[in-house]
C-alpha cells in the first residue's frame, strides 16, 4: 500500500471508531465461548485487523468481565499452524483462533454473533492460553 492509502484507511477506522466510542447501542448480551463479528479497526504491524466497511473481524469471547469488557480473540480463515493457533470447524470450513493476540475490548465493539464453540475446544483453548503465562 502506498502511504496515501494507508493514511486513508486509518483515518476511515479513526471515523468509525468515534461512532462506535459515542454510540447509544443497545446493550449487548454476550457470553464466555461465543464468536461475534467485532469492529477490531486498522491495527499496527502483524496485530489483526477487521475487514470491509465496519473494520470486522469474528472473535471469540474469551473472558467476560462485565457487560462492557471482554477479553476476544480473534479468528482467521487462513490456514495457521503451530502453538500460537487453535483450529476449529464450523460449515465445514476451518477457522484458527489466534491465541497470540488475546486482547481487551469494549462489547461496543460487537456486531454480531455467529456462534458459541463447543466446550471441549473452549476448554483447551483456555488451557492454551493458561500456558503462555
Given at each position: 500500500m502506498e502511504i496515501e492509502e494507508i493514511i486513508e484507511y486509518f483515518a476511515k477506522w479513526t471515523k468509525l471508531k468515534i461512532k462506535i466510542h459515542v454510540?447509544?447501542?443497545s446493550e449487548r448480551y454476550f457470553y464466555e465461548r461465543e464468536i461475534w463479528w467485532a469492529s477490531l479497526g486498522a491495527n499496527i504491524g502483524f496485530e489483526q485487523d477487521g475487514k470491509n466497511e465496519e473494520y470486522e473481524r469474528p472473535i471469540l469471547v474469551l473472558k467476560k468481565f462485565n457487560k462492557d469488557i471482554l477479553w476476544?480473540?480473534?479468528l482467521t480463515s487462513k490456514k495457521k499452524e503451530?502453538?500460537?493457533?487453535?483450529?476449529t470447524e464450523y460449515e465445514g470450513r476451518d477457522f484458527f483462533i489466534i491465541?497470540?493476540?488475546?486482547?481487551?475490548?469494549?462489547?461496543?465493539r460487537l456486531l454480531r454473533n455467529i456462534?458459541?464453540?463447543p466446550e471441549k475446544e473452549f476448554l483447551e483453548v483456555k488451557k492454551r492460553i493458561k500456558e503462555f503465562l
Open positions: 454510540s447509544e447501542k476476544a480473540l480473534p503451530g502453538k500460537y493457533y487453535f483450529k491465541l497470540s493476540q488475546l486482547r481487551i475490548i469494549s462489547s461496543k456462534r458459541t464453540l
